[in-house]
């Protein structure tokens, strides 16, 4: 049984449908890549997976029970963790501190300050921003904050990692650690859902891929599967079916080119 299941979501703003029967599936033990063009729904249908949105119709499964309608806190204390397409850090604290508060939470404020050092100093060589720990987290580049904000989220020891562009900021031989860090934490149990603008990482990391379009999944499968799909093609850049005959490894293979992948 997959750890998580989202069946037929549908959610309406009024007279927009932002999301229109979204059906997919997490496991553990594996990335999910969510990818599509700007407006497509993605990180709508994070914000109904962790409860922040509340669907106009279907239901959202976290290990066999049905969540739909749980609230937030409810659903992070079974297991699920996310991060954001917007910074979220407290700019105020240092990377050490902001990964205190999350401990603290997490444990229900649970022991002495001191005792959580080594757990903070493990999570922050984990991620790979341990250089960072005192400085003021509103001071660190964008790609260490979003390392900062997942830092925070394992701090919870989730079974669900839900992230919203997590590699933005990142160059590029941050971005290939961060693909093997992503690798390790599904090796250890974990399902991991991703919405990701860097085709690269996608096609690297991912073992299962669905692409929303106007808010509908259009396909879903392997890398290989949807890298070849026409329609998708078609969704990011415009192409004829004749011209994507030519190579159908090009649209994903000059990831620069590729407009407007990842926001929500």
């Known amino acids: 049984m997959p750890l ?11 007279g927009v449908t932002a999301v229109n029967g979204a059906t997919f ?3 553990e033990r594996r990335i999910t890549g969510l ?26 499964r976290f290990d066999g029970r049905n969540v739909t309608r749980t609230p937030v806190h409810r659903r992070s204390h079974r297991g699920m963790a996310r991060t954001f397409q917007r910074l ?3 700019g105020s604290l240092t990377v050490r501190e902001n990964v205190r508060v999350a401990l603290d939470i997490a444990g229900g404020l649970r022991g ?31 790609g260490t904050a979003r390392l900062l904000e997942l830092a925070r989220c394992l701090a919870g020891d989730p079974r669900l990692l839900l992230l919203d562009e997590p590699s933005s900021g990142l160059d590029e031989h941050e971005t290939d650690a961060f693909g093997e860090l992503l690798l390790a934490l599904a090796a250890e149990g974990r399902a991991i859902v991703m919405v990701e603008h860097d085709m690269d990482l996608v096609m690297t990391v991912c073992d299962e891929i669905h692409v929303l379009d106007f808010g509908e999944i259009i396909c879903s499968g392997s890398p290989g599967q949807v890298r070849s799909d026409e329609r998708v093609q ?10 994507n005959t030519r190579d159908d490894l090009a649209p994903f ?6 407009p407007a992948i990842g926001v929500g």
């Open 35 to 60: 990818i599509g063009p700007n407006g497509a729904g993605k990180t709508t249908c994070f914000n109904v997976i962790t409860g922040l949105q509340r669907p106009t119709q279907g239901t959202v």
């Open 112 to 142: 002495v300050l001191r005792s959580q050092t080594a757990q903070i100093d493990h999570l922050l060589e984990r991620v790979g921003i341990a250089g960072y720990a005192d400085e003021r987290a509103d001071s660190i580049p964008t």
């Open 4 to 14: 998580l299941e989202v069946d037929e979501v549908v959610v309406r703003f009024g």
């Open 25 to 27: 599936s997490a496991e």
């Open 88 to 90: 979220e850090a407290f």
């Open 234 to 243: 078609r969704a990011y850049l415009g192409q004829s079916d004749e011209e």
């Open 253 to 258: 293979e000059a990831t620069t080119t590729i």
